[in-house]
């Protein structure tokens, strides 16, 4: 009997845990995507975060002489919806299995697909907010760094990708033997 509580109450921490993986992934997808650092007046390092909703995405901006075309977002918000997809396909089945006690090789395929699922857009949400970064600078990456403007992945890249892969472990947990 005490085996069982064991398993429920282990089953309960890691349904939580993927919740949290689904709330990092959301927020991940509405704050920065990619940290925009320059030079306000002389001294200021000033970083904004350019969002992966926002307006500047496939502009041409003018800075100083170079004009820079921000990249494509649509691999960052395919990444984000596939992780977020993955992520409620597990809080089901983590639901069905940890608190209505169903059961079933059914239901562990499609955990194990919801699980892929989460660790692929994780994996992408990285490796797009590192692509959108690096095309940020265009054809002038050397003259940008040299005026002190830097992209890099903003930090709803890395809320994206840590939520992803929290959820996508904790959802794996759940199948293996020690932890039924």
């Not at 992966?52 to 003018?62: A, N, P, Q």
């Not at 649509?74 to 409620?88: D, K, N, R, S, W």
């Not at 089901?92 to 499609?110: P, R």
């Not at 930090?155 to 293996?176: A, D, E, H, K, S």
């Amino acid at each position: 009997m005490a085996k069982k509580q064991k398993g429920s109450l282990l089953g309960i921490v890691f349904l939580c845990l993927v919740l949290v993986g689904l709330v990092l992934v959301v927020v991940g997808m509405f704050v920065g995507q990619v940290a925009y650092t320059h030079l306000e007046g002389l001294k200021e390092t000033v970083t904004e975060n350019i969002g992966l909703f926002h307006e500047d995405w496939g502009k041409v901006i003018d800075l100083v002489v170079m004009k820079i075309t921000y990249p494509s977002n649509t691999l960052g918000v395919i990444a984000f919806i596939v992780a977020a997809v993955g992520l409620l396909v597990l809080l089901c089945t983590g639901v069905l299995q940890t608190l209505l006690k169903k059961d079933g090789s059914i239901l562990n395929i499609v955990r194990i697909i919801g699980v892929v699922l989460t660790v692929v857009g994780a994996v992408l949400i990285l490796v797009s907010g590192i692509t959108m970064a690096n095309a940020c600078y265009g054809d002038a990456k050397e003259t940008l760094e040299k005026a002190s403007i830097t992209y890099a992945p903003g930090i709803g890249v890395w809320l994206g990708f840590v939520g992803g892969l929290v959820g996508g472990i904790c959802g794996t947990l759940p199948l293996l033997k020690p932890f039924k």
